[in-house]
């Protein structure tokens, strides 16, 4: 829709605004009836779905999770579980007779993940596993008779640590660390419970498993750092299930991850980054399962994507990655022809399918939060199977709707939240400019994905909301998202305000009451915004990078730093004054926004002292600036009381400073 289109629905919707009358807007506690949704994992025979579904307890300040059955034919739901809050990580057994999940098992100080299995037939759920440190994660045999499991080591050191001589050395990890990271190991139990076999030894971090249809291997993820900062070396390994005999897929030595074996066992799909470092858009590559370098399968799409599953007849292999303003999932074959799923309205989050085709799908659309569908292989849409947010649909929501401009030789794209039919909001209502995080992210037309309903908060207050899609997203192409790399504010920032300049050209606003916000990459541009432009009513900066030397030599993700920089450190000549030009703490003295700052205390992905740094340079400065943090160890607050504190905070500073 153009920008002119936009303004003739604005204008249609602000007429009808009488007539809606008492229709009731969104506040923000409703956000606390939002149901959160997992993965929905589809039975083999495709006749039911295994979901977790999610309820905030916020007089307890904790999110209890169910485990539900789900009929395709009918939607009808049903719980599997009782008095059990805690449970994750769902898989149906292959022979569809049990289902195993990881849940809590014991009391205080001994309490642990461990996998846990439900026959379907009837009977309680049983833990099979007795791992000391927990479970990280696990995956069904073939035959269903074993289950793989990841646990974490004891600490190579625990008896000093015991003893206090608690010392650790510093390697590529954040400031916040408290010990080296402890080595996880590749475990096999009989699914009906017994004694585990520890299948291997090594110094490194396992992940994401897949068995090969034959039961004789497992494939993994394999980090042999154990630090955070040296994520990116993970590369894809084969593990003999006997011995535990580990030979690498391809030889390469970083960027690789998530193995899913082909239903015939030939071959093995993985994601891949070819351009050398993280800032570059992953795709799907498919190796021999004996080994080597493989192809790339997903070339033709241009998009950031990560191979999902193979289709039951092993000609096609599903990935999924963002498109344009929706999130999107395509089929692939080995000669490259790509074919778009029939998604409608519906942004895809992730999914399973069933041995006869039938995909189950975590999906959103724009006026509703996460729900489950249904995809047969002869539907022309998905079908809605569960309605568990229908008392967010069932509100007078604003209209969500796609906007795009130009900007330095690209055409961009965001998202417009108008204010319901039922507030009038004027002509030219006030803008809120919310940033979505990433970079490598997308806001798209979904529920508010970003910031979990915030945005029509926002717009149920007369408040016109644009997300835009700067560059370094990774909905429009490599060429966008890689036009980040070492421009890390000044580009997304001009991509912004050209942006919020077209919205203000087509009459949509009141240029002199627009507000910018986001947190993480969202907060980083916040700041830098602010620093480069006097354009905004009132800021407010979550989580923000404010300062690229310091965010390099004290965040967890070191690898993702240097990418985004280009591959140069802070401490050349060219490092130097690159680092000082695209940190916003350079330029604080040209701020005359009015900034609330917010973060956690414990803030390993960006590190707390940049905040308390650019705080004490804006006070310093006479700019008004209110600073508040969370006592968490976390990049957002995890608890349901402190997340909806970030957000009452946020609305209020808005407010206080509309007029």
């Not at 990841?150 to 390697?171: R, S, T, W, Y």
Request: glycine share 10%.
């Amino acid at each position: 829709m153009t920008a002119c289109a936009l303004t003739v629905a604005l204008a249609m919707m602000q007429s009808l605004g009488a007539a809606a009358g008492s229709a009731r807007t969104i506040d923000l506690a409703d956000l606390r009836s939002i149901v959160s949704v997992g993965t929905p994992r589809i039975s083999p025979d495709g006749t039911k779905i295994a979901v977790i579904v999610g309820h905030k307890d916020y007089a307890k300040d904790r999110t209890d999770n169910e485990l539900m059955l789900v009929d395709v034919k009918t939607g009808a739901m049903r719980p599997l579980t009782y008095d059990r809050k805690n449970i994750g990580n769902v898989r149906w057994s292959p022979d569809g007779k049990s289902i195993a999940f990881s849940a809590l098992e014991g009391t205080g100080d001994d309490a642990a993940f461990q996998v846990w299995v439900l026959p379907m037939d009837g009977g309680d759920a049983k833990v099979v596993t007795k791992a000391k440190n927990g479970v990280d994660e696990f995956a069904w045999k073939p035959d269903a008779k074993t289950i793989a499991f990841v646990a974490d080591d004891d600490p190579a050191n625990k008896k000093q640590i015991d003893a206090h001589l608690d010392a650790f050395e510093v390697g590529d990890n954040d400031f916040t660390a408290t010990s080296v990271p402890a080595s996880s190991q590749l475990w096999t139990v009989p699914s009906a419970g017994g004694v585990a076999k520890q299948l291997t030894h090594g110094p490194w971090q396992l992940s994401q498993l897949a068995w090969s249809p034959d039961g004789r291997s497992i494939a993994a993820s394999v980090q042999h750092s154990l630090y955070s900062g040296d994520a990116d070396q993970a590369t894809v390994e084969i593990f003999d299930a006997k011995d535990g005999v580990a030979r690498p897929l391809t030889g390469r030595t970083k960027l690789e991850s998530g193995p899913i074996y082909s239903p015939d066992g030939k071959n093995i799909a993985y994601g891949f980054v070819p351009g050398g470092t993280v800032a570059h858009e992953s795709q799907a590559f498919v190796s021999p399962a004996s080994g080597g370098l493989g192809t790339e399968w997903t070339a033709k799409i241009d998009r950031e994507v990560s191979p999902l599953l193979w289709t039951p007849d092993d000609l096609s292999l599903l990935v999924s990655g963002d498109d344009g303003v929706r999130t999107s999932l395509w089929a692939v074959d080995s000669d490259g022809v790509v074919h778009k799923a029939p998604l409608g309205d519906v942004s895809f989050f992730d999914g399973t399918m069933s041995k006869t085709g039938v995909l189950a799908i975590l999906g959103s659309e724009a006026d509703r939060p996460a729900e489950v569908y249904v995809l047969d292989p002869t539907d022309k849409r998905p079908r809605r199977l569960t309605d568990v947010n229908k008392r967010i649909a069932a509100l007078d929501l604003g209209a969500v709707r796609p906007f795009t401009w130009k900007t330095e030789g690209f055409t961009a794209d965001g998202i417009l939240t108008l204010p319901p039919k039922s507030v009038n909001a004027g002509t030219k209502p006030p803008l809120v400019v919310l940033i979505h995080g990433g970079p490598t992210a997308q806001s798209t037309l979904s529920f508010d994905t970003s910031y979990g309903g915030l945005a029509q908060v926002f717009a149920a207050r007369g408040w016109m909301v644009f997300e835009p899609n700067y560059r370094g997203s990774d909905g429009l192409g490599a060429r966008y998202m890689e036009a980040t790399i070492g421009d890390l504010g000044a580009g997304p920032g001009r991509d912004i305000v050209a942006g919020v300049h077209a919205l203000e050209r087509a009459g949509m606003v009141d240029p002199s009451r627009v507000f910018v916000g986001g947190w993480s990459e969202g907060g980083c541009l916040t700041s830098w915004l602010i620093t480069h432009y006097t354009i905004w009513k009132a800021a407010m900066a979550g989580a923000p990078v404010t300062d690229w030397t310091a965010e390099d030599n004290l965040s967890d993700a070191l690898y993702y730093e240097r990418a985004i920089a280009g591959e140069i450190g802070p401490w050349s000549d060219a490092g130097r004054k690159l680092y000082a030009a695209e940190s916003a703490i350079s330029a604080v003295a040209n701020v005359k926004t009015p900034t609330l700052l917010m973060d956690d205390t414990g803030d390993y992905r960006v590190p707390t002292p940049e905040t308390y740094a650019f705080y004490h340079a804006l006070h310093d400065e006479g700019v008004e600036v209110q600073y508040v943090v969370f006592p968490a160890h976390s990049h957002f607050p995890r608890d349901p009381v402190r997340g909806e504190e970030i957000f009452k905070r946020w609305i209020a500073w808005y407010a206080d400073h509309l007029r």
